[in-house]
């Protein structure tokens, strides 16, 4: 099966639980499986092997946050620079998490264009929180 990850953050580049989470499974996945992350290229290059899964590189890397806040730029840039990437290629599997939630789309369309299987992982749920986070434009 091949099988593609979709986060803009990569580990052990940028360093969390989801990250953690996508590098564990694709390094057991690899084992059996054709498996590739595609991130923002904090390695530097485009694509290269790592731990017997590919890293794809999207795009060069966007600051994730500005202050203390995910920056919706670097999450649009990685969408919009995703489409292209990823459309090229044909999938069995995509598992894009669901945040920050712009790679959906491209994930989605991937999905209808090439039937793909789309799996959306939530790793949080905030709720109310995002008024508090974001204000009006976390409506």
């Known amino acids: 099966m091949k099988i593609a990850f979709i986060y803009d953050a990569v580990y052990p580049w ?59 730029f670097s999450a649009l840039k990685f969408s919009l620079k995703l489409f292209p990437k990823l459309l090229r290629e044909e999938f069995d599997v995509l598992d894009c998490q669901a945040f920050p939630y712009f790679s959906f789309f491209p994930s989605k369309f991937h999905e209808l264009l090439r039937r793909s299987k789309l799996f959306v992982t939530w790793h949080e749920f905030w709720g109310d929180y995002w008024f508090e986070y974001l204000g009006f434009a976390g409506i």
């Open 14 to 72: 940028v360093k969390g639980g989801v990250e953690k989470r996508i590098y564990e499974l694709s390094k057991r996945l690899a084992k059996k499986h054709e498996v590739h992350v595609f991130g923002f290229g904090w390695w530097g290059k485009e694509d290269m092997s790592f731990d017997g899964f590919k890293l794809r590189a999207v795009c060069k890397p966007a600051r994730l946050y500005r202050g203390r806040r995910r920056s919706i």
